[in-house]
C-alpha cells in the first residue's frame, strides 16, 4: 500500500508558475509509474502528465505540454513544474501512482492504483 499526499496548490495569477509535489509513504514507489490528473468543476478527469520508475520517460496532456515538466527523485516524491499558468488550468490535481506499463496506457486513470487526496489549483485574471 502507498499513501500520496500532494502539496504546493494554491492561488495564483494568469501568466506565473507553480510547482506542485507529491510525497509517498513508501520508497517503493520508486517503482512505479506516477502520474498527475486534474479535474475542474463539471468536467471529466483530465490526464495531465506522467513519468517513468527511471524518469527516462515522459508523457503530456496536450493542453500543458510545453508549460509543464513532470519529475521524480530517486527515492518517493514526484514533482509537477506548471508555468505560464492559464485560467483553465484551475482544478483540484491528483497525484497517483500505477504498475509500470507502456506510456500509451498512463493517460487512463482506472490503471492507477494508489490516489492522492488532491490539491486546489486557482489561477486568476
Known amino acids: 500500500q502507498v499513501q500520496l499526499v500532494e502539496s504546493g496548490g494554491g492561488l495564483v495569477q494568469a501568466g506565473d508558475s507553480l510547482r506542485l509535489s507529491c510525497a509517498a509513504s513508501r520508497r517503493t514507489f520508486s517503482r512505479y509509474v506516477m502520474g498527475w490528473f486534474r479535474q475542474a468543476p463539471g468536467k471529466e478527469r483530465e490526464f495531465v502528465a506522467g513519468i517513468s520508475p527511471s524518469g527516462g520517460v515522459t508523457s503530456y496532456g496536450d493542453s500543458v505540454k510545453g508549460r509543464f515538466t513532470i519529475s521524480r527523485d530517486n527515492a518517493n516524491t514526484g514533482y509537477l513544474q506548471m508555468n505560464s499558468l492559464k485560467l483553465e488550468d484551475t482544478a483540484v490535481y491528483y497525484c497517483?501512482?500505477?504498475?509500470?506499463?507502456?506510456?500509451?496506457?498512463?493517460?487512463?486513470?482506472?490503471?492507477?492504483?494508489?490516489w492522492g487526496q488532491g490539491t486546489q489549483v486557482t489561477v486568476s485574471s
Open positions: 497517483a501512482a500505477r504498475e509500470s506499463s507502456s506510456a500509451t496506457l498512463w493517460m487512463s486513470g482506472d490503471g492507477y492504483n494508489y
